[in-house]
């Protein structure tokens, strides 16, 4: 379903993706690995349409994903370094924006998400309060509550405790059972159990 | 169910509100330097109400240009610190849409109260009250147009890193038609005269504003996420 075919991508005069190639189809989660500084963020971020990258193209369910760009973002979530939340909103709050800005969403599937990535407790308070690894949760929430089959997650565990990491495991693991794909730039590796899983080494020349 | 396009608008609109309501300073701040431009004046120029009302336009509309420059760094400058214009780009919306709507809640914010307190500043400035209907439309109809062209300006400055003075130069060559006509509209209300001509051509630029800024804007916010 999604196709990456050789990207090339300069930032500067740094040429940091030299011919990247990969594809994934349902049920299958890739992990990027390779040293900071190596392009993992900046593979995610041409992926996602963010980046334009010089050379080479990305897909998605046969179509170039920069012809079709409202169709393959619908069907995307992106979560990068920082959570995307607004300070000054509650968790709640910004999750009914973020994801009401794509589908419908009630009280209700938010609240029964945010306990999933155990941010109930804390999603009425401002998101300015909370610590790092709080606003990871919540911001896992919004990727899970946003019902995309493509996940694109730039190092999904930082600031999270044990607990937390083991959590992104799992809902990778069941976003790759739904069918999903998970395209996701990690240090540490995950505990996953599901099959499917394929490794990207960046940087490895 | 993909969301519709007016709730998305919606959405956008509610959430900037909320935001402003939450941090007031921000808002206030450029209505403040606005009140206080337009009440020094008088202290700073002979006390005769013919000359001040001569001044009056003038007063009024750079007053009202400064301040909406100083206003526009916030438009885009705070959601793309924290990623949240990055998930705009990336909603599957129409990006354009999501800026309009931002935009016009941006004008409901700094424009609107500003046009509004007007009246407070022209009374100063020896403005004849029956010239204060004319005063308050056209600064808020210039004010909308204004913030439409400083949409351009605000996502085009987002990837430099001292953008405030580069937005106002971006700004000033685009908003000179608006002050002109502006502060003729002005002028024209406080002599009696009728205020149409100039007005439909605010409204004109404000309406070539609505059609054409939103798709700059968009373009430009695109590359400033870069």
Redesign the interface.
């Known amino acids: 379903m999604l196709n990456v075919a050789g990207l090339h991508l300069w930032r500067g005069d740094r040429h940091v993706l030299r011919g990247v190639s990969f594809s994934a189809s349902a049920g299958q989660c890739v992990l990027l690995t390779g040293k900071n500084g190596a392009g993992k963020t900046t593979l995610l971020r041409a992926i996602?349409?963010?980046?334009?990258p010089e050379e080479g193209q990305v897909s998605w369910r046969g179509a170039p994903a920069r012809e079709a760009r409202?169709?393959?973002?619908?069907?995307?979530a992106?979560l990068?370094h920082?959570?995307?939340?607004?300070?000054?909103?509650s968790g709640h709050?910004n999750l009914r924006?973020?994801v009401?800005?794509?589908?419908?969403v009630t009280r209700a599937e938010v609240d029964a998400a945010l306990a999933r990535t155990g941010a109930r407790t804390f999603s009425d308070r401002a998101v300015r309060l909370l610590s790092a690894g709080q606003r990871r949760r919540v911001a896992l929430a919004g990727v899970l509550l946003s019902g995309a089959s493509l996940w694109l997650l730039d190092e999904p565990t930082t600031n999270l405790d044990v607990d937390g990491q083991q959590l992104v495991s799992s809902l990778i693991d069941e976003q790759v059972s739904r069918g999903g794909i998970v395209v996701a730039a990690v240090h540490h590796p995950l505990s996953l159990t599901s099959g499917g899983l394929v490794s990207l080494e960046l940087g490895a020349t | 169910m993909k969301t519709g396009t007016l709730e998305v608008a919606r959405l956008v609109m509610a959430r900037d509100l909320r935001l402003a309501f939450r941090k007031p300073s921000q808002l206030l701040q450029p209505l403040m330097f606005f009140m206080i431009v337009a009440t020094l004046f008088p202290l700073t120029l002979t006390p005769e109400m013919s000359r001040l009302r001569d001044a009056a336009p003038g007063v009024l509309w750079v007053g009202a240009l400064l301040s909406s420059l100083l206003a526009l760094e916030f438009l885009f400058r705070d959601d793309a610190q924290d990623g949240t214009l990055e998930q705009f780009a990336l909603s599957g919306q129409s990006l354009t849409w999501m800026l309009f709507a931002k935009t016009c809640t941006h004008w409901l914010l700094t424009g609107l109260p500003l046009a509004l307190s007007a009246p407070v500043a022209a009374v100063g400035l020896g403005v004849p009250a029956s010239a204060m209907w004319s005063v308050v439309a056209s600064l808020a109809l210039g004010g909308f147009a204004l913030s439409l062209v400083g949409a351009i300006s605000a996502g085009l400055t987002l990837g430099a890193r001292r953008g405030g003075v580069l937005l106002s130069l971006l700004t000033l060559p685009l908003a000179v038609p608006i002050l002109v006509f502006g502060a003729d509209a002005t002028q024209r209300a406080i002599t009696g005269d009728a205020i149409a001509p100039p007005m439909y051509l605010l409204g004109a630029i404000a309406v070539l504003g609505v059609t054409l800024a939103p798709l700059a804007a968009a373009a430009a916010v695109r590359i400033g996420l870069e």
Request: aromatic letters at 10%; charged letters at 30%.
């Open positions: 996602a349409g963010l980046l334009d409202g169709d393959f973002h619908s069907d995307l992106y990068g920082e959570a995307p939340l607004k300070g000054d909103l709050e924006f973020l009401g800005i794509r589908r419908a």
